[in-house]
Nanobody, 120 residues
């Protein structure tokens, strides 16, 4: 079983920055892709950024140039550095981890979500 704990959300004014963290713990064999999703009120959950085990990244068009995803494999942690925040970034942010079991299959895990609110 893998547990994900998110932190770093909060209230920030437009133009400010936040850094989200998501740490995985438990009986970990190998973590493959890690990512961040967000969900605004009345909207579907959507991908914000993803990162592979080798460090390859991808971003939603709306956050390119402003957000940076990174990971620390030694700590089993993924980060999302959010700069130049806009009110439209306001949402609950969820991390997601693909865990590969020793015998082959993969399982997906979601963090509990952390609220990011950007005021204008």
């Amino acid at each position: 079983q893998v547990q994900l704990v998110e932190s770093g959300g909060g209230l920030v004014q437009a133009g400010g920055s936040l850094r989200l963290s998501c740490a995985a713990s438990g009986n970990i064999f190998r973590i493959n892709t890690m990512g961040w999703y967000h969900q605004a009120p009345g909207k579907q959950r959507e991908l914000v950024a993803g990162i592979t085990s080798s460090g390859s990244t991808n971003y939603a068009d709306s956050v390119k140039g402003r957000f940076t995803i990174s990971r620390d494999n030694a700590k089993n942690t993924v980060y999302l550095q959010m700069n130049s925040l806009k009110p439209e970034d306001t949402a609950v942010y969820y991390c997601h981890v693909e865990h590969q079991l020793a015998w082959g299959p993969t399982l997906g895990y979601w963090g509990q979500g952390t609220q990011v609110t950007v005021s204008s």
